[in-house]
T-cell receptor, first 113, second 115 residues
């Protein structure tokens, strides 16, 4: 069965510092991978997605993610974090057969001044 | 394109009553929709897969008699929480995919509070 692991429950970074959020997946075939952001009390916003092709994916708000098949990872990065980036981040894998989306536990990002 | 709308965004109901949440695909047809539940500070857990014209498929541990799902048309799925109790208070989110697509498009979510 598919699964997604986000090993960091929460991360604190200073404003302006770089960010990397980790995500590992378990899937039998080439996965469809997503990163979502959720602000408190809000719905989900898609940051970026990977289906195939270039393993470095650019998303919105200056985020990028790199798909590494050998490590079963899809880590999210941002070179310079802004205070407005504080939120919950979810990595997810999409099942192209059943179309379900399976979410990781999430990583809460705190940004300090 | 690919907009999913959920209504209401917030609802408060009394314990023992039922509440219905609607999920609509506004600009595409969806034979399958998904319902998720998110407890505070937790991830989204898939509750059930809603299939147009047939019975929903529930995930293990989800009470189908409590969470009634109806998918009567290609653009509308409804989730009815029956005999709601405070422990049903949660954030409910629906999603739908374009035909043959793996990317889910999510509704805005519904905050249910049972008092």
């Amino acid at each position: 069965a598919q699964s997604v692991t986000q090993p960091d429950i929460h991360i604190t970074v200073s404003e302006g510092a770089s960010l990397e959020l980790r995500c590992n997946y378990s899937y039998g075939a080439t996965p469809y991978l997503f990163w979502y952001v959720q602000s408190p009390g809000q719905g989900l916003q898609l940051l970026l997605k990977y289906f195939s092709g270039d393993t470095l994916v650019q998303g919105i708000k200056g985020f990028e993610a790199e798909f590494k098949r050998s490590q079963s990872s899809f880590n999210l990065r941002k070179p310079s974090v802004h205070w407005s980036d504080a939120a919950e981040y979810f990595c997810a894998v999409g099942d192209p057969g059943g179309f379900k989306t399976i979410f990781g536990a999430g990583t809460r990002l705190f940004v300090k001044a | 394109g690919a907009v999913v709308s959920q209504h209401p965004s917030r609802v408060i109901c009394k314990s023992g009553t039922s509440v219905k949440i609607e999920c609509r695909s506004l600009d595409f047809q969806a034979t399958t929709m998904f319902w998720y539940r998110q407890f505070p500070k937790q991830s989204l857990m898939l509750m059930a897969t809603s299939n147009e014209g047939s019975k929903a498929t529930y995930e293990q541990g989800v009470e189908k008699d409590k969470f009634l799902i109806n998918h009567a048309s290609l653009t509308l799925s409804t989730l009815t929480v029956t005999s709601a109790h405070p422990e049903d208070s949660s954030f409910y989110i629906c999603s739908a995919n374009l035909a043959g697509g793996a990317e889910a498009f999510f509704g805005q979510g519904t905050r249910l509070t049972v008092v």
